[in-house]
């Protein structure tokens, strides 16, 4: 089964709106890691935002949040207010503690803001 | 400014020759992972290297091979690739502690293109 699954392949969105980027993931581990990273096009993964199983509260980074939904195993980005730079693509990834430094990632998601 | 840098940023090599890419982090983490991104395919991991002890190698053929000198340096040492091997290969970087929050930190990856 998929550790990490993310069903948008492309999103689009207008320059200054917000917009949702979903991720659900499979663990039995009650201790893990929720990543989000955002790769363009020269290809470098950058870090954008982490969630702990444990965290009461979402997390938030700037302008990224993670709405975390646990009992649903979803973890969406939200980015507000789009700027140009933004277009990218997007990676979900999850590490478990009883697994150690596995890292699980998913299939991305390309974002195009619109101007 | 990247705490994990890779060179070459782009390389091309015809399939007799020998080459290698090289990785180095100044996060003070201790361990190193590579990963390879072919297009339209997810993340996959190749080795993970824990105090410079490989500890994972996921089936990667050994046309591929690892060193890991120290905790700091890692290289991938290439030889009689084959055309499907062109990809983006990312170097990254974690602590090695088993806390399921330790981020991984990614280079700018090393462009590969075997001829």
């Known amino acids: 089964a998929q550790k990490i699954t993310q069903t948008q392949p492309g999103m689009f969105v207008q320059e200054k709106e917000a917009v949702t980027l979903d991720c659900t993931y499979d663990t039995s581990d009650p201790s893990y890691g929720l990543f989000w990273y955002k790769q363009p096009s020269s290809g470098e993964m950058i870090f954008l935002i982490y969630q702990g199983s444990y965290d009461q509260q979402n997390a938030t980074e700037g302008r990224y949040s993670l709405n975390f939904q646990k009992a649903r195993k979803s973890a969406n980005l939200v980015i507000s207010a789009s700027q140009l730079g933004d277009s990218a693509m997007y990676f979900c990834a999850m590490r478990e503690e009883n697994t150690g430094n596995q890292f699980y990632f998913g299939t991305g998601t390309s974002l195009t803001v619109i101007p | 400014e990247t705490g994990v840098t890779q060179t070459p940023r782009h390389l091309v090599m015809g399939m007799t020759n020998k080459k290698s890419l090289k990785c180095e982090q100044h996060?003070?983490?201790?361990?190193m992972y590579w990963y390879k991104q072919s297009a339209k395919k997810p993340l996959e991991l190749m080795f993970v290297y824990n105090f410079k002890e490989q500890t994972e190698n996921n089936s990667v053929p050994s046309r591929f091979s690892p060193e890991c000198p120290n905790s700091s340096h890692l290289f991938l040492h290439l030889h009689t690739l084959q055309p499907e091997d062109s990809a983006l290969y990312l170097c990254?970087?974690?602590?090695?502690?088993?806390?399921?929050?330790?981020?991984?930190?990614f280079g700018e990856g090393s462009w590969l293109t075997v001829v």
């Open positions: 990254a970087s974690s602590r090695l502690d088993t806390s399921s929050g330790n981020t991984i930190y």
């Open positions: 996060l003070g983490h201790n361990a």
